[in-house]
């Protein structure tokens, strides 16, 4: 079982969070700061909840998601399986993803495949889990008084860790903060702008970055 069938699961984990609202969509809209003439691609674009959101910003969206459940419930979308993006070349003026890069095990290949499809000049932008939270062994402990301290786990190497969901898991791919930007600067893109964010509901040391958000442009 992978993203594929896990469809009806993810329409219930969002339709009951709130941190939607309060915090991934506004910090998409604010790394990626949408043109209202430009298109963009939404990738992972799930069930359309934050692509609702650019579009509402006056900006033209097109989602591409491998679960064709997800994918039908938002218009105009692709089915298709990144890294691999079903477009010709320069074909739009920025791509995104929300909380998809930590599921894909192929970054290199998304970001060179972006570099494709977006024309010279354009953008992209990702919201993700933070690294120092999909590092495998990071978690909170409490000191001997009770204070809660984070505990880092592998930070610097790449890996995974699985999360139960549904009747299956679902595969987070840790890359360190370096290991992330060195691969995009790789394929061309130049950071531009990069938000870390605490979210105190789901991160119970206040320091420890929740969320990580990321906009490049992309050199000529
Ligand atoms: C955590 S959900 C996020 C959905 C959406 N971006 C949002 O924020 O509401 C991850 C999404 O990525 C999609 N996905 C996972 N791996 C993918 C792949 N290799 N190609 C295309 N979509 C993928 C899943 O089907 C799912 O819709």
Do not use: K
Not at 121 to 139: D, E, I, K, L, R
Not at 156 to 174: E, I, K, L, Y
Request: glycine letters at 10%; one cysteine or more; aromatic letters at 6%.
């Amino acid at each position: 079982m992978s993203w594929s069938d896990l469809g009806g699961w993810w329409l219930e984990e969002i339709a009951g969070d709130p941190a939607y609202e309060t915090v991934v969509t506004p910090l998409l809209l604010e790394i990626l700061a949408p043109e209202s003439s430009g298109v963009y691609l939404d990738l992972g674009c799930g069930e359309g909840r934050v692509m609702r959101a650019v579009i509402e910003s006056g900006s033209r969206v097109i989602g591409l998601d491998l679960n064709h459940h997800l994918a039908r419930l938002t218009t105009p979308s692709l089915v298709g399986r990144l890294p691999t993006i079903p477009i010709a070349d320069s074909m739009v003026d920025g791509a995104y993803a929300v909380l998809v890069l930590e599921h894909l095990a192929d970054i290199d290949e998304l970001f060179a495949e972006t570099a494709r499809v977006v024309r010279s000049g354009g953008v992209m932008a990702v919201v993700m889990n933070h690294p120092m939270w999909t590092a495998p062994g990071s978690m909170p402990v409490t000191d001997g008084e009770g204070e809660p301290l984070w505990r880092p786990g592998a930070y610097m190497d790449p890996g995974s860790s699985a999360v139960d969901a549904a009747d299956s898991q679902v595969v987070f791919h840790h890359r360190s903060l370096a290991d992330l930007l060195t691969l995009a600067a790789g394929a061309g893109w130049a950071l531009e702008h990069m938000i870390e964010r605490t979210h105190q509901d789901t991160v119970e040391v206040p320091e420890v970055p929740r969320l990580l958000g990321c906009r490049w442009r992309l050199l000529p």
